[in-house]
């Protein structure tokens, strides 16, 4: 069987429609109150743009050949393999509502996923791809074997489980702009590649403010606008502390059919935000530590059940070690 789509979220959501009326005690789940929301008319233009220099002394950080971070610079004549570790803790809160019937609220315990990156330089940028390596969690500290409200910590576990040795591929090109290839981890590897940070061609220092506008597969086969802006709040040589602000929005008139776990669904409205701080180094393609927050809200209905409404709030915090 194939993993497409079993990213961390679609395990999460896929285990609480499994046990879709059973809960811990708790008889009441809140609704889902998720305002529709529409990509901006002008998000910005795409591809890279400098909004702040910062402050002096300024300089080009991470320059291509500098080491797996760098993106800029001049062109390189032989594609050179960079392989590093990366670690990252996943913790998800959902809500999600059906036909007016709201899902008990999940509240999931921290899994620690241990991947491996190969980084290719290229004329345009580099590719990357990723395997999953280990993925670990265990229930809550009173050793209730439930994940939140829900009884489905077997099942969940099981899913989970089954992300091993899943892979993903991207590539980043000079211009940030962020190409989801293929992606048998869905929603987990978006949480990767957002920490795969772009650095402007031209000198910047502290307190510099640059944007990346484009288009990014969300899921399995959903396409977002997201504008993310970035500022580097301090650098130290080849070390750097960045903090970032993103926004994502459905493509007009683009692909609106998906699966929240095995529920096929037609999105009407989807509005996502991305905040955080990471701190890095020249010397590695991925954060050396820091957390950032990703809150996704979805209007969607269920074609396959006369068109029922589903509300869906999901926030998911990444902390990489």
Known sequence: MGRRGLSFVSVVIASACATNGTNSGNTTAPVVEVVPVEVPPDPGPPGLRVLEKGAAPRQ??????????????????????????????????????????????????????????DSTMVPTGQKISGKVISIESTPQSDGRRDVGAVPLWEG???????????????????????????????????????????FPATPIGTGA???????????????????????????DSDTFEVELAIERWLVPGGQRVFKIGAMPVNAASFHGTVRGRLTGTCSRRSPVQGTIVFVSELLATRPEAKDEKVSLSVETRATFF
Do not use: H, Y
């Open 156 to 198: 969940f576990k099981e899913r989970l489980n089954g992300l091993v040795g899943a892979t993903g591929q991207l590539e980043l090109d000079d211009d940030g702009k962020l190409s989801l290839q293929s992606a048998e981890l869905g929603g987990m590897w978006d949480v990767v590649a957002q920490g795969l940070l772009p």
């Open 60 to 117: 080009v950080m991470c320059p291509r050949g500098s080491g797996a971070q760098g993106l800029t610079g001049s062109e390189v004549s032989t594609q050179e393999t960079l392989q590093e570790t990366v670690t990252v803790g996943l913790t998800t809160v959902a809500a999600m509502t059906v036909a007016g019937m709201a899902l008990p609220t999940l509240t999931v315990p921290q899994a620690v996923m241990i991947l491996q990156l």
């Open 209 to 235: 403010r640059w944007q990346v506008v484009g288009e990014i597969l969300f899921e399995d086969s959903l396409v977002v606008v997201q504008r993310a802006e970035f500022s580097l709040a301090k650098t």
